[in-house]
């Protein structure tokens, strides 16, 4: 929701969530024209169906666009979606990994979630009678869950992660210059204008501590935050309408959470003034009234026909927490955590571009650091997995000729990390996102150093790797 131009647009939800509940539209739900302006009713049905309505919100909006490109693909070759035949799909598959004339040429991760994506879609298709078999194949496999069925075209070449990492000192840096308007020395920038700097600093150390998603810390609500006590760190907890895959706690440190309140008190207080002034929380239309928040994590709220519902935090979702607001001393004022410089709630989506500027202004200071929020989050692992491994190092007494004998004792190390993360699987964990230091051996991390997590050991692990960003 851009600053200052989402008023007009939230004063049409109304009557258009009216038109969309007669249709049965879901919340979150695609809709797709084609390129005569048409809309095809069975799409409709396809997305209502419980098994692509039970998906994330995330996995819904990364699959539309995943639609849209291939049907428009049959679109220029005179076919609709459910005329499309296994060549087709191969076709697909070749343009879009080897393809020589095209210029977005994508990697196996990526190919991969589109067929999933594909999968899903005719799969449900078929199940619906649309369509009699589904263009994509699949075969059996065996695997240490036991036999599935794989989809032919799936990619022998996908790498878990492509992404990189920041050392403490570099995400200080790209975090001080990108966002904070520092200049490289350290000094303030006279030319730097200074809207929205204690917000997005805030938001990065509130990432990089916590190791939340995007979408996870861009939709908290005030109420969930902690309060700052003087502990190292809080407990937090993630609700599983905006999670990835379920609820769960997370941990955030003492500085973060300052940083938030500091923001909170300043630069927020500011934004929501400004909205007072300006009439526009009363003009938001579907607006809903959060009238108290129980010790169990129960929310009660008012609808915009006066109807008072009550359930648990968790089933609120990103679009139902932006139109959450309290009843403030000056009046009312939005529940979520982050605004825009306008004071309405701000689209978790949005951080994905204040990354983008971020980066591109240390471009232009000629550093050779940035970020995007899901780098901040591995970055976290890795930092708290050193970390992990130090203190457990240090509680056990060992010796550098003992730790090769307690390697098992940092299996739970890992542990540890894969539920702050919230994966599965701590296979997730090990191979993907903390692959700087896989194939390393626990002592070559745990030698004789005074402090393994120093800048010493971040700045070998980038020279070893490449893959993790040092300031120096």
């Not at 001080?176 to 200049?183: E, P, R, T, W, Y």
């Not at 403030?328 to 004071?343: F, I, V, Y």
Request: net charge positive; aromatic share 10%.
């Amino acid at each position: 929701m851009p600053d200052g131009s989402g008023t007009g647009v939230l004063e049409r939800w109304g009557d258009l969530e009216e038109r969309e509940r007669a249709l049965k539209i879901r919340a979150g739900q695609p809709i797709l024209i084609d390129p005569a302006g048409r809309s095809d009713g069975r799409l409709s049905a396809v997305f209502r169906h419980h098994e692509f309505a039970r998906k994330k919100e995330g996995t819904k909006e990364t699959y539309a666009p995943t639609y849209r490109l291939f049907f428009s693909f049959l679109w220029q070759r005179g076919l609709d979606w459910d005329q499309v035949t296994v060549s087709d799909l191969e076709d697909w598959e070749d343009w879009r990994l080897r393809g020589q004339e095209n210029k977005g040429r994508i990697v196996g991760a990526t190919w991969a979630r589109e067929l999933a994506a594909l999968r899903l879609f005719y799969d449900i298709a078929v199940k619906l009678r649309f369509l009699a078999a589904s263009p994509v194949l699949t075969r059996s496999a065996v695997t240490p869950d036991g036999v599935v069925e794989v989809a032919e075209l799936a990619p022998s070449d996908v790498r878990s992660s492509n992404v990189k990492w920041l050392s403490p000192r570099g995400f200080r840096l790209w975090r001080d210059v990108g966002l904070g308007g520092m200049l490289p020395g350290g000094l303030e920038s006279s030319s730097w204008p200074g809207r929205n700097d204690g917000r997005d600093v805030a938001f990065a150390d509130y990432v990089y501590s916590s190791g939340l998603r995007r979408r996870e810390t861009g939709t908290l609500l005030l109420s969930e935050l902690p309060g700052v006590t003087g502990r190292a760190y809080y407990p937090g907890w993630v609700g599983k309408a905006v999670a990835k895959r379920a609820g769960r706690f997370y941990y955030v440190g003492h500085h973060a959470v300052q940083g938030v309140d500091l923001y909170r008190l300043s630069a927020r207080e500011a934004a929501v003034a400004r909205a007072r002034r300006r009439g526009l929380y009363e003009k938001l239309a579907g607006r809903l009234l959060l009238r108290e928040m129980r010790q169990d994590r129960t929310a009660v709220w008012t609808g915009p026909g006066g109807r008072t519902f009550c359930a648990r935090v968790d089933v609120l979702t990103a679009r139902e927490r932006m139109l959450m607001f309290v009843e403030g001393e000056g009046g009312l004022e939005p529940a979520m955590l982050w605004l825009t410089e306008s004071g309405m709630p701000m689209a978790y989506k949005s951080w994905t571009k204040v990354f983008e500027r971020g980066s591109e202004r240390c471009a232009r200071a000629g550093l050779k650091v940035f970020a995007t929020p899901h780098m901040l989050r591995h970055s976290m692992a890795l930092r708290v997995l050193l970390s992990l491994m130090r203190a457990l190092d240090r509680r056990l007494g060992l010796a550098p000729q003992e730790r090769k004998r307690y390697e098992e004792v940092y299996g739970t190390v890992w542990a540890m990390v894969k539920d702050l993360l919230g994966h599965r699987s701590v296979v997730t964990t090990q191979e993907i996102y903390l692959e700087p230091v896989r194939g390393l051996q626990v002592e070559t991390l745990l030698n004789d150093m005074d402090d393994p997590v120093s800048a010493e050991l971040f700045a070998e692990l980038a020279r070893r790797t490449g893959l993790v960003l040092d300031a120096a």
